[in-house]
């Protein structure tokens, strides 16, 4: 290769539509990608994703490696016609870490059928902050050990499908209280703190043979001499990472076009800066002109800079080790999922659904027309979430099954007096205004259940019966209804603690 190619080779870029256009092709021909990330933008079906993945090998080459971040939970790409999995936090809700494994087997044998083989998960923060913005139900505990031991199980069952994980986002960012997706979040921890906790699960995977960790925008002042994202820090990725954690394999970077990067450097300094600080890939997901100038960029700046010339000899080799693993030869013609698979999904969700309390006696539920059903409307709360929006599926049911007045909540609703209600929220322990309504409801009702649909911090708000989902993927809202109706036994356990 001529080093154009192989300082392409340091990217992970993602594409615009769900096939291949002109300017696609005219940013995959100068970037000449060695990574593509594929995101819901990028997805219909099964087998359109796999024509796209054709498309754009046409264009490359064979060894051109796919990437999606398929969590599961608020955190799926693939989703019409693949099999969905409840998020981390409702999977450690099951207390059997084999069920991490069990789902990310799934993912991975679907992801492979349409030429993806990078997982950019599992998430290993530790959601001791239950303020935090970014994390919340993407983590699987606000405990060390539960994370790495789920975290190990789900890695073992994307590597035995023979599809590449990613632990993230290094050195951790569970405890922060800003978004990296809009600011530079501030982790204001030593590395001895680092070590006894968020270190923990990265540790137990470097063991492992993890096969890449993501580094994120977060800023550490008692670790960095200089105010910057950790993404582009030599102290965080080369003698943190590298040196101390003894980390060989792939460094790839969160977004560079993310508010905790662009609010503090252009994207092409953070590129050169995040090569520079030891990072293998790159990644750019948006903005065909930023990739392009971020290759063009790079690429002056290794000509001229013989120590960039070094690191692009010690990436280049990962990156090869990387692809000689993962690279998928060939591709299939058809597309057929086992109907298993949805099957695994539907029963870890059921065994996640965890009774916080049944305080006011409302399972299984019995509800006449007197009775209220409350919903908010479900929103896009965090950048890297890409799920629908609108009033739950299961809020619907309810109000349809017992033949009560479903209201939709927003800022300017009243609650009038009765006698029994049902109330899901998303994320009322972030909301003032939803805070401010479960205070209302729980003034004019006798009898509350309160649904926390994504994180389950919001059951300690109000004194009533209260039951968690973890997300509401279609898994776990059919799952709730069961539980609600009586048809099944709510076997779930808090992975992290609620009443503080």
């Known amino acids: 290769m001529d080093l154009d190619s ?3 080779q340091l990217f992970l870029i993602g594409i ?16 000449k ?4 990330i594929l995101f819901a933008r990028n997805v219909e079906t099964p087998k359109q994703v796999l024509s796209l993945v054709k498309q754009v090998r046409s264009v490359l080459n064979e060894d051109v490696v796919f990437a999606v971040d398929q969590e599961g939970g608020i955190v799926t790409r693939f989703r019409e016609g693949f099999a969905v999995s409840p998020g981390a936090m409702a999977i450690a809700a099951t207390g059997n870490a084999e069920n991490a494994y069990r789902a990310a087997k799934v993912l991975a044998r679907e992801m492979r059928a349409v030429g993806v083989s990078w997982n950019l998960a599992p998430v290993v923060d530790i959601n001791d902050n239950p303020n935090n913005p970014g994390i919340g139900v993407r983590s699987f505990s606000d405990r060390p050990d539960v994370v790495a031991q789920f975290a190990t199980r789900f890695y073992e069952g994307l590597k035995e499908e023979n599809v590449a994980s990613c632990a993230k986002h290094f050195p951790g960012k569970g405890s922060v209280s800003l978004d990296a997706h809009l600011e530079m979040p501030t982790l204001d921890k030593s590395l001895e703190d680092l070590d006894g906790w968020e270190f923990v699960p990265f540790k137990t995977l470097i063991e492992k043979g993890i096969d890449s960790i993501m580094p994120s925008h977060v800023y550490l002042p008692k670790i960095q001499s200089t105010k910057e994202p950790a993404t582009v820090s030599h102290e965080i990725v080369t003698k943190i990472l590298r040196e101390r954690l003894k ?11 993310m508010g905790g990067i662009v609010k503090n450097m252009t994207v092409e300094e953070a590129v050169v800066k995040s ?25 002056k700046r290794i000509e001229q800079d013989a120590l960039l010339q070094k690191r692009l000899e010690e990436s280049i080799r990962r990156i090869q080790r990387f692809k000689q693993k993962f690279a998928i030869k060939d591709l299939p ?6 109907p298993e698979n949805q099957r695994i999904m539907q029963e870890i969700a059921e065994n996640s659904i965890t009774l916080v309390s049944d305080r006011d006696g409302m399972l299984p539920l019995r509800l006449d027309e007197n009775d209220s059903v409350f919903a908010v409307k479900l929103s896009r709360l965090v950048q890297v979430q890409e799920s629908d929006v609108g009033v739950p599926w299961v809020a619907e049911q309810i109000a349809t099954r017992f033949n009560c007045k479903l209201s939709v909540l927003d800022e300017n609703t009243k609650i009038e007096e009765g006698y029994r209600c049902v109330v899901f929220t998303e994320n009322a322990h972030l909301s003032n205004w939803q805070k401010q309504l479960l205070f209302q409801v729980r003034k004019k009702f006798k009898k509350v259940l309160l649904v926390a649909l994504r994180n389950p911090y919001d059951c300690n708000l109000i ?5 968690c989902t973890y997300g509401y993927e279609m898994v776990s809202q059919k799952a709730l209804l069961k539980v609600l109706l009586g048809e099944l036994k709510p076997v779930g356990k808090l992975p992290v603690e609620v009443f503080k």
């Open 33 to 36: 990608p060695g990574f593509v």
């Open 247 to 257: 980390y060989d394999g792939i460094a790839v970077a969160d977004d560079l076009l």
């Open 463 to 467: 004194e009533s019966s209260s039951i």
């Open 6 to 8: 192989l300082v392409g």
């Open 275 to 299: 090569f520079a600080a030891g990072m293998d890939v790159m990644t750019v997901c948006h903005e065909p002109d930023a990739q392009i100038s971020s290759k063009r960029t790079l690429l």
């Open 333 to 338: 013609d058809e597309i057929h999922f086992d």
């Open 16 to 31: 615009k539509g769900k096939e291949v256009d002109e300017e696609t092709l005219r940013v995959l021909r100068f970037v």
